[in-house]
């Protein structure tokens, strides 16, 4: 093996060793909003198809050691699905979330498709603005509604993101 080679291997190794970034001291002791409407087309199981405008919110604190803390809430008129859990739980609706320098970047799997939210905080981290980003294979997502049923999503979209921090805990209350 070369010198280079070897280099390289070892960078790799370290590279891959790396945790994941750790929350900035700014974001300490401090709880991030993220709402926005998601729309489309939902086909059901029973073939029909129909137009959603779903109302969506991610609640984070980010303690004073660091640790991360979620509650997730979707609300489809009188159908409300959601719940608090871990933001590093990767399965299927949850969805990981990690800060990246002076953002708050989340990733939700669905059945089939993601979304993307992220939230950028100016250098105090006393405001910040949010993006959504749908995406699936072909342009289709499989996911829950806020009814609990698996629906296939088309022409997904979402409008509106707002993003605010405050200081403590929104969940000690």
Do not use: W
Request: proline share 4%; glycine share 14%.
């Amino acid at each position: 093996m070369t010198i280079s080679k070897c280099c390289a291997a070892s960078a790799v190794l370290v590279a891959l060793s790396v945790p994941v970034m750790a929350a900035p001291a700014e974001a300490l002791n401090k709880t991030i909003t993220i709402s926005f409407t998601a729309t489309g087309m939902a086909k059901g199981p029973d073939g029909q198809t129909k137009g959603f405008s779903t109302s969506v919110s991610r609640v984070v604190y980010v303690s004073s050691q660091g640790r991360l803390f979620m509650k997730h809430t979707a609300t489809l008129g009188r159908n409300t699905r959601g719940g608090e859990f871990d933001p590093n739980d990767a399965r299927q609706g949850k969805g990981s979330f990690q800060f990246q320098g002076n953002k708050l970047v989340g990733v939700i799997p669905y059945g089939t498709g993601a979304r993307q939210i992220t939230a950028t905080f100016d250098a105090g981290f006393s405001s910040c603005t949010a993006s959504v980003i749908e995406g699936g294979s072909g342009g289709v997502i499989r996911r829950k509604g806020p009814n609990g049923i698996m629906y296939e999503i088309t022409g997904a979209s979402t409008s509106s993101p707002s993003c605010s921090i405050q200081s403590g805990n929104a969940f000690a209350n």
